[in-house]
């Protein structure tokens, strides 16, 4: 192992009490106090963004942490001015930390003069002077491709996989359920960590937008089943899927999303479904509806990203961090899963 060096962390805006527990995590992993690094970011009356950092980053490794969530732009603009200002005070290294990196579903042309707009975004972090990204479970994973700068995606089953173990108890009549095709791979992936076995929602559309009919392939009666994508933004597909799961004979249904962007209705519609619990992850500022939801909980995923901010710069593996055998005593003795 490397010996640690010397990092400084900045917030943006959009999700400060990520960065602060993130901070958190690292003072307690090094035995030191960690602090986010002096800065304002504010903005004139016209809505532009302002940039400053008081303190001296002159050759050091700096973290920017800033998810670019609603509203999207602005934290997306937060970030670029941020690693423009750090770029041009003679930072060493600067890595954005993204912990949901917005415009991912924009990822590929879906009909004639369409943007991708994520290529767009990968050029934009580059040319402001980003050499390193640090994000989890892209929307797709062809996005790494769209950089010329090495990113570290990481995943949010290790810690889900945790969660269920501490959550469900026993898990002989647990099935994990992809609500489509698409996520196949990424339920599949939480099953075989898990040892349970998967079963999908195919879903059918007739005009764009709208679904014809949802059937479910595998087997669900008397089941809990569990849910598992990466992102949750007005919630009625998911709502809809875990509706059929238990009108195929589902004993319960939970759902584990590692982003909840959760637009207006999704709150009031996950609060009105048959869904017994939704778990996000805090890579996205939760709302205070959120947070007063009775049937939404939010797990950490700061202790995963604090230790893959130190491994990244001691130049150590952070696909060691895959494993929630290695994650596991992370967690558990910083984390309580409640």
């Known amino acids: 192992m490397k010996p640690d060096s010397a990092i400084r962390i900045i917030s943006g805006n959009s999700n400060r009490r990520f960065a602060e527990a993130v901070a958190r995590r690292i003072s307690v992993y090094r035995g030191e106090a960690v602090r986010l690094a002096d800065a304002r970011v504010e903005r004139f009356n016209d809505g532009e963004i302002f940039v400053e950092i008081f303190d001296n980053v002159r050759n050091e490794e700096v973290f920017i942490v800033q998810s670019t969530s609603r509203p999207a732009n602005d934290n997306l603009m937060e970030l ?86 501490h959550s469900f108890g026993d898990l002989t009549d647990v099935v994990v359920v992809s609500p489509d095709v698409g996520g196949v791979t990424r339920a599949r992936e939480l099953a075989k960590r898990i040892g349970v076995g998967l079963a999908i929602v195919d879903k059918r559309r007739g005009a764009p937008g709208e679904i014809e009919s949802m059937t479910v392939i595998g087997e669900v009666a008397a089941k809990r089943c569990i849910i598992v994508d990466d992102i949750c933004d007005t919630a009625g597909t998911l709502v809809k899927a875990a509706q059929l799961l238990k009108d195929e004979g589902a004993e319960e249904v939970h759902a584990y999303i590692t982003h909840g962007v ?38 950490s995923v700061a202790p995963l990203f604090a230790q893959a901010m130190l491994n990244v710069a001691a130049g150590n593996s952070v696909s060691s961090l895959f494993n929630e055998a ?13």
């Open 80 to 165: 670029l001015i941020m690693t423009d200002a750090l770029r041009r005070a003679s930072a060493k290294r600067i890595t954005a930390v993204m912990p949901y990196f917005g415009y991912a579903r924009q990822d590929r042309k879906t009909s004639a003069r369409t943007p991708i707009s994520a290529k767009l975004t990968a050029n934009l972090l580059t040319e402001a002077g980003v050499d390193r990204v640090l994000t989890m479970d892209l929307h797709a994973g062809q996005i790494q491709g769209f950089f010329d700068i090495p990113v570290d995606n990481l995943y949010a089953a290790p810690v889900f996989a945790l969660d269920v173990k």
């Open 262 to 299: 959760l637009s207006n209705p999704a709150v009031e519609r996950i609060g009105n479904s048959v869904m017994k619990s939704l778990v996000v992850t805090d890579s996205i500022e939760a709302s205070p509806e959120v947070r007063a939801a009775s049937n939404i909980r939010i797990v």
């Open 326 to 338: 290695m994650l596991g005593p992370i967690y558990e003795a910083f984390y309580r899963f409640d």
